[in-house]
């Protein structure tokens, strides 16, 4: 079973940048897709980005494309999400996913991971 916990989340004015990581324990994170996901209060939980770990390649929901950026460490077993030019509509807590038979039509529905971390609140103030 692997535990993912985050860390990195706070507040922040709009315009701003935070850095989110996430780091697994007890099995390697090597395989597979990581993800983070948000939920903001009253909406449901969306994809914000992927990235597979065989090929590297990365994935990002349009509203934060360009400004966010995932990254995986394999040597520390993390996987980073680095925001930048926040905006209010980022504020939402935000969830790190781990899937391990995770495939690319598959990659931004919630339902394809089975590790998830507690989250990190992430708010932005205009």
């Known amino acids: 079973q692997v535990q993912l916990v985050e860390s990195g989340g706070g507040l922040v004015q709009a315009g701003g940048s935070l850095r989110l990581s996430c780091t697994a324990s007890g099995r390697s994170i090597r395989n597979g897709a990581v993800a983070w996901f948000r939920q903001a209060p009253g909406k449901e939980r969306e994809f914000v980005a992927g990235?597979?770990?065989?090929?590297?390649?990365?994935y990002y929901d349009d509203s934060v494309k360009g400004r966010f950026y995932i990254s995986a460490d394999n040597t520390k077993n993390t996987v980073t999400l680095q925001m930048n030019s926040l905006q209010s509509g980022d504020t939402a807590v935000y969830f790190c996913?781990?899937?391990?038979?995770?495939?690319?039509?598959?990659?931004?529905?919630?339902?394809?991971?089975?590790?998830w971390g507690q989250g990190t609140q992430v708010t932005v103030s205009s």
């Open positions: 990235l597979f770990r065989n090929n590297g390649r990365t």
């Open positions: 996913a781990l899937g391990q038979r995770t495939i690319l039509s598959s990659l931004r529905f919630a339902t394809a991971y089975d590790s």
